[in-house]
Nanobody, 117 residues
Framework: QLQASGGGLVQAGDSLTLSCVVSGRAFNMLRLGWFSQAPGKEREFVASINWGSGFTSYADSMKGRFSISRDSDKRTAYLQMNSLKPDDTGVYFC????????????WGQGTQVTVSS
């Protein structure tokens, strides 16, 4: 399915790279997305990548700081996060949108990112 990793405790201004390993029925996905959920808040979109073309999309607040990529051979997607802020703290999830579906339906377990000021 999806296995996210790479979270941790960092200071404001630091960088962190998250990984999402894809397996099983998630592998024929059309798009992979990253989402974050801050304490007490709803899950929100961070970035996505079309698995075939590599086309990317970002939430406005992450543009210029975050970068999503994928390595098809390794079946892994990455989220490079730079200039981290305390507001970026949360659990980060990767999710798969399979071809023929209407939403992200396969979710990883999430990885915690904590940014201290």
């Amino acid at each position: 399915q999806l296995q996210a990793s790479g979270g941790g405790l960092v200071q404001a201004g630091d960088s962190l790279t998250l990984s999402c390993v894809v397996s099983g029925r998630a592998f024929n996905m059309l798009r992979l997305g990253w989402f974050s959920q801050a304490p007490g808040k709803e899950r929100e979109f961070v970035a996505s990548i079309n698995w075939g073309s590599g086309f990317t999309s970002y939430a406005d607040s992450m543009k210029g700081r975050f970068s999503i990529s994928r390595d098809s051979d390794k079946r892994t997607a990455y989220l490079q996060m730079n200039s981290l802020k305390p507001d970026d703290t949360g659990v980060y999830f990767c999710a798969a949108w399979r071809a023929g579906r209407s939403k992200y339906e396969i979710w990883g377990q999430g990885t915690q990112v904590t940014v201290s000021s």
